[in-house]
């Protein structure tokens, strides 16, 4: 387990989003990424989290209570087939997959594919957790967790260096 994909912790974000309003920053994912991973979290149950912890709270949503909530789950949930199964993928809920598509598609989000003429390879990435060199890939270096000190490229850019790249070509 290796935790969730940056795409997938803005779906999770998303989720809570729609109850508490917050605005999420690329330093927000990589943190909760790192969460995501020390909790061993899966997209469905994560979702699910989010939604469990606004029916019954008023407290503003962190990971640990995500963690809380999955880990809750699991003592009293039959075994996940993906745990009886550790060469299958994840299965995720239906309504999970059709909700990432819905927020993709609501906030711009897309998978992009980066190629050696993206203009945000032409800067530095002014991500604090990235900072990629010109031409390098953007990505994070874990900072907790049993994975501390590995690299993990992302997919596509941070925000901050795809908005570089376009002030620098509206110019
Ligand atoms: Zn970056």
Known sequence: MTGLTDEEIRAVLAAAMGYDNRRPGDLNVAAWQEASEIGRWTLG????????????????????HVTQHIRAARRTAPMPAERQLPTAPPAEPERVRDFMAQ?????????????????????????????????????????????????????????????????????
């Open 45 to 64: 149950e994560a979702v699910e989290a989010v939604h469990q912890h606004y029916a019954t709270r008023t407290d503003f949503l962190m990971p640990g």
């Open 103 to 171: 927020i993709r598609r609501s906030l711009g989000w897309t998978q992009r594919a980066t190629t050696a003429s993206d203009p945000e390879l032409d800067h530095v990435c002014p991500h604090e957790r990235c900072r990629a060199g010109k031409h390098r890939p953007c990505g994070y270096r874990l900072t907790r967790g049993t994975h501390q000190g590995e690299w993990r490229a992302i997919k596509g850019y941070h925000h901050s260096r795809t908005q570089a790249a376009r002030q620098e070509t509206n110019r």
